[in-house]
């Protein structure tokens, strides 16, 4: 089976840099990926590492070692919009298995 | 274009009922999949259709099963509901299969409530 861990929460401050990390265990692995969801939302896409090494949009940022079965997330500039969950999801097969999230709070 | 669509947004509905929920992907996409959110846990994958053809079944008991339309629409039917079935049920469309590197598009979702 697969299998994700994430930390629970994270909080920082208004244009801050954060981290969120994710290391998986799973077989078949094509690649990793992030979502972001507010509250009462539906999952939207960030981004996607299919191989190693870093991958950038704008002020996101991901980041995937497939030797270490790691990733993270990097979010720059940090806005109040930037609170919500964020998700890591590994693809294997025909399926997306998700992490159970990270809880970003932005504080002023 | 229209997102992902599904109805109801809402619903609730008494143990040993039975439901059904419906996903119009974004035109063009052929690949439709499902999944069970709990509050405050990440999406659990329940199914996965491409061309009409079920390409991937998670951890879901057989009471849980889903079509895809010629259209390319899908419906998830669950049978003999229990409480916990309770919790927002995504759908998810995409262009290709999981394998290839496609990012997912997720509706609004099916918030189920079950009494």
């Known amino acids: 089976g697969q299998s994700l861990e994430q930390p629970s929460e994270v909080t920082a401050v208004e244009g801050a840099i954060v981290q969120i990390n994710c290391t998986y265990q799973t077989s078949g692995f094509y690649g990793l990926s992030w979502y972001q969801q507010h509250d009462g939302g539906a999952p939207t896409f960030l981004s996607y590492?299919?191989?190693?090494g870093l991958e950038e949009t704008g002020r996101f940022s991901s980041f995937l070692s497939r030797s270490d079965s790691y990733g993270y997330l990097l979010l720059q500039e940090l806005q109040m919009k930037d609170s919500a969950s964020y998700f890591c999801?590994?693809?294997?097969?025909?399926?997306?298995?998700f992490g159970g999230g990270t809880r970003l709070m932005v504080k002023p | 274009d229209a997102g992902v669509t599904q109805s109801p947004t809402h619903l609730i509905k008494t143990r040993g009922q039975h439901v059904t929920l419906r996903c119009s992907p974004i035109s063009g996409h052929k690949s439709v999949s499902w999944y069970q959110q709990v509050l405050g846990q990440g999406p659990q994958f329940i199914f996965q259709?491409?061309?009409?053809?079920?390409?991937g079944r998670g951890n879901f008991p057989d009471r849980f099963s889903a079509r895809q339309f010629p259209n390319y629409s899908s419906e998830l039917n669950v049978n003999a509901l229990l409480l916990g079935d309770s919790a927002l049920y995504l759908c998810a469309s995409s262009l290709l299969t999981a394998r290839m590197n496609t990012e997912a598009f997720f509706g609004q979702g099916t918030r189920l409530t079950v009494v």
């Open positions: 590492n299919g191989l190693d």
């Open positions: 999801a590994v693809k294997a097969g025909n399926m997306l298995t």
């Open positions: 259709y491409y061309e009409k053809e079920e390409r």
